[in-house]
Each structure stands twice: as C-alpha cells, then as structure tokens.
C-alpha cells in the first residue's frame, strides 16, 4: 500500500513512540516499567486502530457506497469525506468522474431527444432492423402509413409488419452484403403506393453489420404525376394528328382535281373549316390550362353577381337546347350573395358545364342550372338527364384529355379540356368542385366562398 507524506508522518510519530517505550523497558527493567510500557502499548494500539477507522475505515466505506450508487445511475450524490490526505484526493476524483459522467449523460440524452424529434417529424417513414432482420425502431410516419403500432412491432420480422416480400428481400439483402441499395417498390396499404427506398447496414467496430436501416419515401403521386405528363403528350399528338391527316388527305384529293367539282369542293372545305375550328379550339385550350397550372393567371377579383352569370349562360345556350328538345332551366334562391372573382372564368366554368350537359343529354330531355347558399358558401349545380358516368372513371374524369366514349367526344367536338380548365378555375377561386352521377344523369357542382 502506498502512503503519501502525510500518512507517512502519522505512522513514523506512532513508530517512535514505540520505540522510546521499547527504550525505555530495556533501560528500566523492573515490573513496573513492563506494565507501564504494555499499558501504553495498548493505549497507543487502540488509538491507532481507532485513529485508522476514523480516517480510513469510514472513508472508505463511504467512498465505496457512494461508487455502487454512481453505477447504480444516482450521479448526483456527492462523496462528502472531510480530510486533509489521499482519501479526500480520491473522493474528490471521484466527484469529479460522476460529474463528468453526468455532464455526458446529459449531452447523450440532449443528442437521443434531438434524434427522437428529427425522426418524429420526418415525413418520409424510417425502420430499422437487427442483425436478425427484426424490428427495432419505426417512426411515427411509418406508424401512421402502413396503420401499425411501434408497441406491437418490435421484435418481430419485418415480413410480419409490413407484409411486402421486395421489401424484406432488399433489407436482407443489404444485410448481407454491407452495402446501400435504392429500389421502388409498390405496396399495398391498403391502395398501391409507390415507394422509394434506400436501406443502409449498420455497421459495428468489428464490421459486422449490427442492421440495416431503411428509408422509404412515397413517391406515387410523383409516378402519376409522370404517366400524366406521358399522357398528355401521347394525347396532344393523337388530338392534332387527327384533324390534321384529315386536312392534309382533303387538301390532296382536292389539289387532284376536286376543285373542278364545285359540290365537292364545297363539302371538302366544309370539313376542312370544321377541323380547322377543332384545332383552334384546341390550342386556345391547351394554352388557358397551361397558364391556370403555371399560376401566371392572376385573377382581378371583383364582387361577382352569380345569378347575372347563370342568366348570361342560360341565353347563350338556349337555341342548342331548343335544338335538341332540351329543356334548360335556371333557378337561383332569392337575394344570393355575390362571390369574389373574376366574371369572366366564371362564364368559362358554367359554359363548360352546360355545353357538356347539352352535348351528353339525349333529345327530350332535361339540364337545370341552379344556386344556393350552404354552409357560408355560393353552390352553383348543373344537372342534366344523361345516361351518367361509370363510377371507375369519376376519379379521372378533371384529368386532362380523359373521355369516358372517346368516339362520343370527338363526334360532339370536345377537346378533352373542358373539365381540366373548370378544375383549375375553381381552385384559382379558392372553391371546390364536386361531380356525382348514375344511370338516370349526372351533377356537377361547384362551391365558392362568398364575397
């Protein structure tokens, strides 16, 4: 055991003492002097040992409970040793050490706290795996997409959590191999979701992957976002080749020798000034719904009267009703407020609807234009008597270039825009529009917050 001077200055006066005693015996040897000395010996002994207990023993004790407390996670206590050598030094090392650690602990648990928070407030869903493939951690976006609870996940095979055989193949693989792997994969929860996903292996000081974490994004409205725009283009081009083949094979037979015919010159160039209007139709849609989705359409909103706007449309449309046997009808509710916006897309949206209304309604049927006040908002619906829309295509119906008869639409001259544009301009409004059908006709109708 190692003394340092103190101590060793305490032990060296005891020393002396017990060798002058010792002197003093072999100087003076009778009894007297014999029990004298044994006496002080013993006095001095158990001074010694009591000198030892206070200084040492108790110290020590202290010092060692105060330790198993510290392991024991109790970092605030303090060892309280009051003295003036190595003990003090070393209780005071000890302090020191658990603030050390608390500090740290403190550090670690800020980091954890923070961790927690970033992953809490990630869009994207996270898991991570063992070395076993089983679950060890999932955030709350992946809780909330796939409708599973973290209680209930961990310990378990992520084949038994989320059930997607590519998904836990890829994990595995990335598992075994030690290396970052990206792949989409579609899964079911409970409609088709494309994700994509980026696992990485968790790799320990011993380069054994300790697991594997994965980050799956969803990116399906990003795929249908790209199938559109593939859409649009095969559309585009199918819309304008059509009426131009057709111009370009009257514009053939006419230049070999047609036009000596007046009859069917007439007819041809008839035909041709059909198409022509088509395409104009076209293009002048086509640039509307691209400044509508580009957001360079600013409106200028002024107090809108609608029931103005429903009367206007109601006479434009008139003689094709009457032509067709149609009764168009408008009924709007007494003192309806105005709306904000912009009067003349709110012609273009009724105009649109009630062309398509008298276009897909057979002959002796019916189409009504009307508008209320509901729920702080101006309601303006159009029904019509028509054969309806097929529930499957209701989702699609504002897309662009969707026809539910192709042949129908383009017999009636329709563009495949009409609804696309309506859609936009009633979200540039701040509105919602809403479409219900069935066998016996269709509703469209239109909400927008009242000025």
Not at 246 to 266: H, Y
Not at 310 to 317: D, L, P, R
């Amino acid at each position: 055991m190692r003394f340092g001077i103190k101590s060793r200055t305490f032990f060296s006066y005891i020393a002396l003492l017990l060798i002058f005693i010792f002197l003093m015996v072999l100087y003076d040897n009778n009894i007297i002097s014999v029990y004298a000395a044994v006496v002080t010996a013993i006095i001095s002994t158990l001074l010694i040992i009591y000198i030892t207990l206070e200084r040492l023993v108790k110290p020590l004790e202290e010092i060692t409970q105060t330790a198993y407390e510290m392991a024991g996670g109790i970092l605030k206590k303090e060892i309280m040793v009051q003295a003036n050598d190595e003990i003090d030094e070393l209780a005071t090392s000890i302090n020191f050490m658990a603030q050390q650690l608390r500090q740290n602990m403190i550090m670690m648990g800020e980091e954890r706290n923070r961790a927690k928070a970033i992953l809490d407030s990630m869009g994207e869903g996270v898991i991570a795996l063992d070395s076993e493939s089983r679950v060890i951690m999932i955030n709350p976006a992946l809780e909330k997409r796939f409708k599973i609870s973290r209680k209930n996940s961990l310990g378990k095979k992520v084949i038994e959590v989320i059930r997607n055989y590519e998904l836990d193949k890829l994990l595995r693989q990335v598992l075994h191999n030690k290396e970052p792997l990206s792949r989409e994969i579609t899964i079911v929860t409970p409609k088709p979701t494309v994700f994509k996903v980026h696992a990485t292996a968790l790799i320990t000081n011993a380069s054994t992957p300790a697991g594997v974490v994965a980050l799956m994004r969803d990116i399906t409205e990003r795929r249908q976002l790209d199938k559109m725009r593939t859409d649009f283009v095969a559309n585009v081009s199918h819309e304008l080749r059509t009426p131009l083949t057709s111009i370009n094979g009257f514009l053939e037979t006419l230049l070999d020798g047609a036009m000596d015919e007046p009859e069917t010159s007439k007819y041809f160039l008839g035909i041709m000034k059909k198409e022509t209007d088509r395409l104009n139709r076209l293009i002048d849609d086509l640039l509307k719904l691209s400044q509508l989705e580009n957001n360079k359409t600013k409106l200028e909103k002024r107090p809108v009267d609608i029931s103005q706007v429903i009367n206007q449309v109601k006479e434009m449309f008139t003689y094709q009703a009457e032509a067709k046997s149609i009764k168009l009808t408008a009924k709007v509710m007494e003192n309806i407020p105005c709306v904000m916006g912009e009067r003349e897309l709110l012609v273009q949206v009724l105009v649109n609807l009630v062309d398509n209304a008298i276009k897909y309604t057979p002959e002796e049927g019916s189409v009504a234009i009307s508008a209320v006040v509901h729920q702080s908002k101006v309601k303006v619906s159009v029904n019509d008597t028509g054969f309806g829309i097929p529930a499957e295509s209701l989702p699609r119906l504002f897309e662009r270039f969707y026809r539910v008869d192709k042949a129908r639409s383009r017999e009636v001259g329709g563009t495949g825009l009409g609804l696309a544009i309506v859609k936009h301009v009633i979200e540039l409004h701040e509105g919602k529009v809403e479409v219900d059908s069935s066998p016996k006709g269709t509703e469209f109708t239109f909400s927008l917050p009242m000025g």
